[in-house]
């Protein structure tokens, strides 16, 4: 099977990461030292894959090229870059770049020439719809297509015969000069199908298992997706119903589209992602910053290939900012990051969990289970299934799933470590038991003070009482508010202190919890019985389980 189909890939905007100028001042950088950081940081949480751009060199954001074979000197050098990908292969990671093909920007050198030489320049039927009658907001004296609206970006015109062989040349050089491994096509979706087609050919024949995958925002990605040309396009559909089925508590969104795109695709993987380069970041987006965790899940479970935008994996915020989209390419430090986190654990743990599990990559869609709260869905491969549950309620849940295969044996693929095997006999045995037993005890200590903190806040809802009829009565106001006020502050520190406590006890137990076995796995929230896969989920969580019958 290709390397691709099981990838897990971590997208870095380099201009941003490196807190590069964001106008190219033609002063060079040296930041590659911090992009290998990040390389090694990417593979310790479980990628294997790099998608990095735009790369090349630029005058502002990357995507208005100058010069498609040099890097862009605020990052560093060919050289530097050429390192860089020998590094991720040495760690058994691949590396995919950015090809801006639909457009240029005004200083390269074919619309500089024509600039200069006008209706003489040889290079006039390399862009679009080139008007010498027209101007535009640059004064040139001449018109011409652009993308999005914007001149800085000059359409080039993939008809051109010439136009396509400078492309195909570059892809060469990008392999032979770099090894890269692959390309994302900015603006798929207005690039002309016949180009794709004749790049997808060229490229089967350049590198073995060479990627091609679109950016594709609407539309029918079967178009783009197939094996005519690309290998797969930007699920931009997925993406949306990621942060808004949580938002309105609406798991049906979710389900609906991945049942559509599956009818529509096929076999073929698509590119998930809760966030990007374009989009704001998932922690701005979603009302309850909880659903974190089960849209990380989703994306590394559902079919397609899983891709973590840098920074997400630590729950950054970002939003965009007067039209800018600066605000979502922050300049970060990996030293400011603890991986051991939470949310950065889990995508550690999914990462490990896709490429150890190939029916995460390969197994057969079905959905299981499906509320406006609660969903699962599993996938099959050989007899075994992984199942996927989730709960989106601010309550806890109680999940009772029809079996996708004939189980006797679940496992909480979360909880485990990651070198455990998963065919052990039993989770019963004496140790097990013991550390359920101490973390019941620990557990209903913690509930024994909540209780007593409730007690103290009624205490507290008496004097509000009291207080209020002191005032009708004409007592002091001052004192009236002094007595009621007095100490009610610190029994509310204290509620939220035991609350904490009671929350972080909650908390090791489900990172604690060694799942193995029999008809059991990880405590008392999971277990098969009469056919069922029984799930009893904290609010706001969800589970990745694992089936066989062995």
Known sequence: MAWYDSAVFYHIYPLGLCGCPHDNNGETGAHFDKLNEWAEHAKRIGCNAIYIGPLFESGSHGYDTTDYRLVDRRLGTNDDFKQFVKNCHANDVKVIVDGVFNHTGRDFFAFQDIKQNRENS????????????GNNEYNDGFSYDNWGGYNLLAKLNLWNPEVKNYHLETVKFWVDEFDIDGIRLDAADVLDFGFMKELRFFCNGLKPDFWLMGEV???????????????????YELHKGLYSGHNDHNYFEIAHTIKRLNGIVGDKKLYTFCDNHDVARIYS??????????????????????????????GIPGNKENGSDWNLRPDLNLADFNEKDELPALYTTLGHLKQRFPELTYGDYRELYLTTGQFAF?????????????????????????????????????????????????????????AWGNARNELLDKAGQLVGASGEIRYKAEDIR???????????????????????????????RVIGEFEQTMHKQERNSVAAGGDCTGGESLEIRDGKLIVDLPANKGVVVYLTNE
């Open 378 to 434: 599993a996938r099959c491969l050989d007899g075994r299934a992984v199942v996927t549950a989730l709960n989106n309620a601010d309550n806890g849940a109680h999940m009772e799933i029809n079996l996708p295969i004939g189980a006797n044996k679940a496992v909480n693929l979360l909880t485990i470590d990651q070198t455990t095997e998963v065919q052990e006999d039993t989770c019963t045995d004496d140790a097990t038991a013991k």
């Open 217 to 235: 925002i609407h539309g029918d990605y079967s178009r783009w997706a197939n094996n005519d040309m690309l290998h797969s396009v930007t699920n």
């Open 285 to 314: 987006k979603l009302n309850n910053k909880a659903h974190m965790y089960n849209v990380a899940i989703l994306v590394y479970t559902v079919p397609g290939i899983p891709s973590i935008y840098y920074g997400s994996e630590f």
């Open 466 to 496: 009291k207080a209020l009829e002191a005032l009708e009565t004409g007592a002091d106001f001052g004192q009236a508010v002094w007595n009621l006020f007095g100490n009610l502050n610190d029994t509310m520190n204290n509620m939220h």
């Open 122 to 133: 040889r290079y006039k039927d390399w862009y679009c719809n080139v008007n010498f009658w």
